[in-house]
């Protein structure tokens, strides 16, 4: 088996998590071979979580939402925890119109409070919001 | 189902002119069609969708529901039609706005409407809610499809409603 082609997603990986997010201009390939790097990024680095940032996302379409719930699926397989950070108000009310409700799916109002539910701790000092509203 | 003269649904399969629905004014050079064959045009079309929302004036989550209809349409005709076309319409009647979608493919034609509008009933790999949830997301919406002819979708949202 050929090892995945490396997807246009940067993952980076902060201890045992792996912070990754996704944009609006994958397309479904893209999309397949982010599943497979990311899944293989679980096992190779040994991650017990991952924060997928979808706040650049304008939509999420049937197809997006079952990839979201594939690769949570996926990593709680291989003892991962994944956290969908950072949904738009308007996607949001959109999906649920939808019928789709990413369930089995944990979210996180933002990057900061996904990584906090992963165990990461803001460092002392910094007010809140900061480093959530530089991502924006 | 089908919220307007079923001829023009009919007629808009069978010629690709300018369609002048009953009752609608439509701006003169308002529509604009758009290639749906590769995942690359799904992405296309998305923002061409979301300009046309902006143009009619549209608020921010009414665009989202348009766009992501759109997207569940268009990926429809390329996934289950084999590919097709997306046009696009910026309507204007009286005081309001609205945009019309009309996604048409030559695939196989859906052999059971009711039940391809039933969410979770899929034959692909989709979670089976994309036709009955675009539906959803829009106020007027016909689907005229023949077995082994193809489906054409006509779907419409207005803004102050």
């Known amino acids: 088996m050929n090892a995945p082609r490396p997807s246009a997603v940067p993952i980076l990986r902060l201890g045992d998590v792996l912070v990754t997010g996704l944009l609006n201009e994958l397309d479904d390939t893209s999309a397949l071979m ?20 979808v706040s650049r996302l304008d939509l999420i379409d049937s197809f997006v939402a079952r990839t979201l719930t594939e690769l949570a699926t996926m990593a709680r397989l291989l003892g991962a925890r994944v956290i969908v ?8 009310i959109t999906l649920v119109e939808l019928g789709l409700q990413l369930r089995g799916v944990e979210t996180a109002l933002n990057a ?11 460092a002392p000092g910094s007010s809140r919001g900061d480093s959530y509203d530089a991502l924006r | ?10 007629g808009a399969q069978q010629a690709d002119g300018p369609l002048r629905p009953v009752g609608l004014d439509v701006a003169p050079g308002a529509a604009t069609t758009h290639a749906v064959m ?15 929302t902006v143009e009619a004036g549209f608020a921010l989550v009414d665009q989202t529901r348009i766009v992501t209809a759109a997207s569940e349409l268009a990926r429809n005709a390329y996934v289950h039609g084999g590919g097709g076309s997306l046009t696009i319409e910026v309507l204007g009647h009286g005081a ?66």
Do not use: C
């Not at chain 1, 900061?112 to 803001?122: N, S, V």
């Not at chain 2, 189902?1 to 009919?10: H, I, N, Q, S, V």
């Open chain 2, 38 to 52: 590769s995942e690359q045009d799904l992405l296309t079309v998305r923002h061409a969708v979301r300009s046309a």
């Open chain 2, 96 to 161: 309001r706005a609205g945009v019309r979608l009309i996604v048409r493919d030559n695939g196989p034609g859906i052999p059971d409407l009711e039940k391809a509008l039933t969410d979770g009933w899929t034959t692909g790999a989709g979670l089976g809610h994309g036709l009955g949830g675009a539906r959803r997301l829009m106020h007027e919406f016909d689907v005229d499809t023949v077995v082994g002819q193809g489906t054409t979708v006509t779907a419409i949202r207005w803004n102050n409603r």
């Open chain 1, 85 to 92: 950070a950072g949904m738009r108000p308007a996607v949001a």
């Open chain 1, 34 to 53: 982010f599943t497979d790097e990311l899944t293989e990024r679980i096992v190779a680095d040994g991650a017990r979580g991952v924060l997928i940032d």
């Open chain 2, 1 to 10: 189902m089908t919220l307007y003269d079923e001829g023009y649904a009919r």
């Open chain 1, 112 to 122: 900061e409070q996904g990584m906090h539910a992963l165990g990461w701790q803001q």
